[in-house]
């Protein structure tokens, strides 16, 4: 008896690990830091990079296959300079666009997307400081998933969003900690 356990125990295939099943609604909440390049915006006194903060990510949306997520994502990064009066001002770059999410393996996804780009100075901003600039906004990132549940996943991704606007280019670069619910 113990020899035909064996044998039907030896034949056995090892358990695979649980593969996540992500349907419906999905969404998606950030937090990290960055930076800000600028191109050719002389009112922003011309090119340069500043680091800062990236507090606001949210994605909403659903996915259509266990794989793939459509995906509304706002996503910004910002940090502090000195406005036209000489005082502290927030710099800002957002995007606001329709992402396509795809998870290529269990742990990692890559997204990215078009919609609507904004930059310009936020709180402490004076009113000789330059005015908002809105553009085409572009976005990409890729990502990390280091713990997951049934529903959830906590994530680590690097992600690059892009201004492109009549008088200049900005592009953030961010590190992101990020949760998912799906």
């Known amino acids: 008896l113990l020899s035909i356990s064996l044998l039907l125990g030896h034949g056995a295939e090892p358990a695979l690990a649980k593969s996540p099943k992500r349907s419906g609604f999905t969404m998606e909440l950030g937090l ?33 296959t266990n794989d793939v997520a459509i995906l509304f994502r706002w996503k910004s990064t910002y940090h502090f300079i000195t406005n036209s009066e000489g005082e502290s001002a927030q710099q800002f770059l957002g995007t606001f666009a329709c992402h396509i999410q795809w998870w290529f393996a269990d742990e990692f996804f ?23 600039a809105v553009g085409l906004g572009t976005a990409a990132r ?21 201004g492109f606007f009549g008088r200049g280019m900005a592009f953030g670069q961010t590190f992101n900690l990020e949760w998912q619910y799906y």
Do not use: C, M, N, Q
Request: aromatic share 16%; glycine share 20%.
């Open 32 to 64: 990290g830091f960055g930076g800000i390049e600028i191109t050719r915006f002389g009112e922003f006194t011309g090119e340069r990079t500043d680091i800062g903060f990236e507090p606001h990510a949210l994605s909403l949306g659903g996915f259509i």
């Open 110 to 132: 890559v997204a990215g997307g078009l919609g609507l780009a904004a930059f310009g100075l936020g709180f402490g901003a004076a009113e000789s400081d330059p005015s908002w």
């Open 142 to 162: 890729i990502g990390y998933a280091f713990y997951r549940t049934d529903h959830h996943a906590f994530k680590l991704s690097v992600e690059a969003i892009g």
